[in-house]
Nanobody
Framework: QVELVESGGRLVQAGGSLRLSCAAS????????MGWFRQAPGKEREFVAA????????SYADSVKGRFTISRDNNKNTVYLQMNSLKPEDTAVYYC???????????WGQGTQVTVSS
C-alpha cells in the first residue's frame, strides 16, 4: 500500500511559477508510474502529466505542454510538478497518483489547492 502527500499549492498571480511535491511512502516507490491530475470546480478530474519508473519517459496534457515539467527523485520517494507561466485556467486541486502504467492509477493523495489570479 502506498500513501501519497502533496504539498506546495498556494495563491499565485498569472505568469508566475509554482513547484508541487508529492511524497510517497514505502520502499517500492521506484516500481510505480507517477502522475499528476487536477480538478477545477464544476469540472471532471483531468490528466496533467505522468512519468515512468525510471523518469526517462514523460507525458503531458496538451494544455500544459511547454509550461509544466514532471520529474521524480526515487532516492527521496518524491515526484514534482514544476509549473511555469501559470494561467487562471490552471486553478484547480492538484492530485498526485501512483499506478502500474500511464493509464492505470491505484493510489491517490488528498490534493493541494492551486489558485492563479488574473
Amino acid at each position: 500500500q502506498v500513501e501519497l502527500v502533496e504539498s506546495g499549492g498556494r495563491l499565485v498571480q498569472a505568469g508566475g511559477s509554482l513547484r508541487l511535491s508529492c511524497a510517497a511512502s514505502g520502499r517500492t516507490f521506484s516500481t510505480y508510474t507517477m502522475g499528476w491530475f487536477r480538478q477545477a470546480p464544476g469540472k471532471e478530474r483531468e490528466f496533467v502529466a505522468a512519468i515512468s519508473r525510471s523518469g526517462i519517459s514523460t507525458s503531458y496534457a496538451d494544455s500544459v505542454k511547454g509550461r509544466f515539467t514532471i520529474s521524480r527523485d526515487n532516492n527521496k520517494n518524491t515526484v514534482y510538478l514544476q509549473m511555469n507561466s501559470l494561467k487562471p485556467e490552471d486553478t484547480a486541486v492538484y492530485y498526485c497518483a501512483s499506478g502500474r502504467d500511464f493509464l492505470t492509477y491505484e493510489y491517490w493523495g488528498q490534493g493541494t489547492q492551486v489558485t492563479v489570479s488574473s
